[in-house]
C-alpha cells in the first residue's frame, strides 16, 4: 500500500487529484494533505468528510508560517505515514494508473531494489506541452527517512525536488522514470501569489545557488527532524 503527501496552498485542483487516485483502485492507503492557508483552505470540511467516506483522509493545517514551503508540507506530511511506499504528489497532478503499475511489477520482481520513480514527463492540460516531473516520487519510506525528507532551507519551491532525488542517489537509490502525467494548467498569478520573491526566477535563482553549495559539500540530509520539532500545526482531520 501506498500512503500519499499532496502539498497543497489555495490549491481548488486537490479534491480533483484526490477523486483520481481513488478511481485508480485499491493502491492506496492514506492521503494526506498539508496545507498553509486555512484562511483560504484547498478544501472546505463538507468536501474533506465527503472524500473520507471513500478513501483514509488526514487534513492538517501548517500555521505561523508566513510563506508557502513546499519542503516542509512533505515532511509533516511524512509524520503520519505508516505504509511501506509513499508517493510524493502535487496538488494537481493526475498521475496515470500505469505509473503504479509498472513501480509494484518492479517492487514485486525484486523487493529489494533500491529505486525512486517519477513520470518520464508531465503534460499540460491545456495547451498538451510536455515537461518533467521530479516533484512527483514514489518511493520506500524507509529511503524517505534514511535521507531525513526534504530541505526546508530552499525557499518556497524550486530544487528541493532535484536536491531530495540528488540524495537519495547517496544511498544508492536510483531514480527511474515512468509512465507520465497530466498537470491541471493554471495561471502564471496562480503559480507565484504564495512564496517568497517578486518572481519565480528570482526564487530559482536563490535555490540553484543553495543547491550548488548543498551539494558541494555532498550534503545527505534534508530537515525532516527539525520540521517536526519546530512546525507548528493543526489537524484538522486524522
Known sequence: MIDVIIPATN?????????????????????????????????????????????????????????????????????LVVNEYVLICDADVLLDKTFFEIAFDVWTTNQFIECVFSPEFV??????????????????????????????????????????????EYIDVEPRKIAHAIHLSHSDEVRTRNYHCDSVSQMRLKNRQLFSQKHESHNLYGTLFDDFKHVCREVCLC
Request: aromatic share 14%.
Open 11 to 79: 490549491k481548488k485542483e486537490v479534491e480533483k487529484v484526490i477523486n483520481h487516485l481513488i478511481s485508480l483502485g485499491d493502491f492506496f492507503g492514506k492521503i494526506i494533505i498539508v496545507d498553509f492557508d486555512k484562511s483560504f483552505p484547498s478544501m472546505n470540511f463538507k468536501q474533506i468528510e465527503e472524500l473520507n467516506n471513500h478513501v483514509d483522509l488526514s487534513y492538517i493545517f501548517v500555521t505561523e508560517q508566513t510563506y508557502f514551503n513546499k519542503s516542509i508540507a512533505i515532511n509533516i506530511g511524512y509524520e
Open 123 to 168: 503534460i499540460e492540460s491545456d495547451n498538451g506541452e510536455v515537461r518533467k516531473g521530479p516533484g512527483i516520487c514514489l518511493l520506500k519510506s524507509a529511503h524517505f527517512k534514511k535521507v531525513a525528507g526534504y530541505s526546508s532551507d530552499y525557499l518556497g519551491w524550486g530544487m528541493e525536488d532535484v536536491d531530495f532525488l540528488k540524495r537519495l
